[in-house]
Every structure is written in structure tokens, then in C-alpha cells.
């Protein structure tokens, strides 16, 4: 059985890196590791063409925004509105997903005999 250093250069198993603050392993590839493209490359061909843009801005590592928003969409299955009208608000990403309703905007209306009228 081989190691799992001499498996990562035998390229049996993906790069991985030791974190410094636990020690522990986790799976970091390299952003223009060929594996990866090739995956990006499956997953862009499976969404609408519409959003490949966003999804390729978001897999460059240059926007967050446009990660969360693919991520949204991804996790609705490119539904835009059902993005916006998810439901699961313990999502850490509900506050920042795309598409949010607008919020109204609160006008209030003071009576000339002092009643206050919010709409
Ligand atoms: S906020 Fe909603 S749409 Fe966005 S990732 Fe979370 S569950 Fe999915």
C-alpha cells in the first residue's frame, strides 16, 4: 500500500495541503489543475447559457458575489424565483443570495391634526 504522499505523486488522489492551524488534511487542487477545468468545464455546459458567465467569474476566484449568486441558482436549479422566494432562512447565504424582493419603502403620511398614517 503506498503512502499517501507517494499516492499524491503517483497522482492517484488529489493534491492536498496540511492546514497550519489543525493540521488536518483537506482537498485544495490547483486552480489551473486540469482536473478542475475539466470539471468546471462539465458543470458550465450543464446550466442555462445565461449563467455561464456569472458561474465562470465566480470559478476565478475574483468575485464572491458572483460565487454566492451561481450558488443560489445552482441551488435552485437556475430558477430565479425560487431563489427568491427561498425558504430555508437558516441558510448562511440567505442574506446575501441574488434577486431578494425589494424592500418597501415605508412612507408615512402626518395629518394635519397630528395623526401619524404609515403605509
Ligand atoms: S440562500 Fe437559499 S437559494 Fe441560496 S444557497 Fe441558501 S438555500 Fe440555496
Redesign the pocket.
Known amino acids: 500500500m503506498l503512502s499517501e504522499k507517494s499516492e499524491a505523486a503517483a497522482g492517484t488522489t488529489a493534491p492536498q495541503r496540511k492546514t497550519k492551524s489543525t493540521g488536518d488534511y483537506h482537498f485544495c487542487p490547483s486552480p489551473s489543475s486540469s482536473k478542475r477545468a475539466e470539471k468546471i468545464a462539465q458543470r458550465r455546459s450543464d446550466m442555462p447559457r445565461s449563467y455561464q458567465a456569472k458561474y465562470a467569474r465566480a470559478v476565478s476566484g475574483k468575485s464572491l458575489r458572483a460565487a454566492?449568486d451561481s450558488?443560489?441558482?445552482?441551488?435552485?436549479m437556475w430558477q430565479r424565483n425560487?431563489?427568491r422566494k427561498?425558504?430555508?432562512l437558516a441558510?448562511?447565504?440567505?442574506?446575501?443570495?441574488p434577486y431578494k424582493p425589494q424592500q418597501k419603502l415605508q412612507t408615512s403620511v402626518i395629518h394635519k391634526n397630528g395623526d401619524k398614517n404609515v403605509a
Open positions: 454566492v450558488f443560489c441558482l445552482e441551488c435552485m425560487e431563489v427561498c425558504t430555508s441558510c448562511p447565504l440567505w442574506a446575501y443570495r
